[in-house]
């Protein structure tokens, strides 16, 4: 039984930095093109990176554009998002999805197949 594993989650203060890591468990990560999205309280789930595979396109939302950076690790076999300089406004949960979205909905949660069940971000002084 595959699925997705989101891992790196935890509370830190403004401007520090938190590097999440999604990993494919019961399948080699070749689950082909992933996002990752998250969802504050009582906030619908906000795209906010996409990579492909290969790793052709990726992309950010504006909301973390210059301060998320979206990598593949072939290595450790995860999808790992780099979050910088971040914000109280970046709490939520980090969900990490799989799938074969069309080009323009690549930030939408239904556009996706498979999806983690979550890790908390809290940024808070």
């Known amino acids: 039984h595959s699925q997705l594993v989101e891992f790196g989650g935890g509370s830190v203060q403004p401007g520090a930095s938190l590097r999440l890591s999604c990993a494919a468990i019961?399948?080699?990560?070749?689950?082909?093109?992933i996002g990752w999205f998250r969802q504050a309280p009582g906030k619908d789930h906000e795209g906010l990176s996409y990579?492909?595979?290969?790793?052709?396109?990726?992309r950010y939302a504006d909301s973390v554009k210059g301060r998320f950076t979206i990598s593949r690790n072939s290595a450790k076999k995860t999808v790992d998002l780099q979050m910088d300089n971040l914000k109280p406004e970046d709490t939520g949960v980090y969900y990490c999805?799989?799938?074969?979205?069309?080009?323009?909905?690549?930030?939408?949660?239904?556009?996706?197949?498979?999806w983690g069940q979550g890790t908390q971000v809290t940024v808070s002084s």
């Open positions: 019961g399948s080699p990560l070749e689950w082909g093109n």
């Open positions: 990579i492909s595979n290969p790793p052709t396109v990726i």
């Open positions: 999805a799989a799938g074969s979205p069309y080009d323009d909905g690549v930030f939408s949660w239904n556009e996706y197949e498979y």
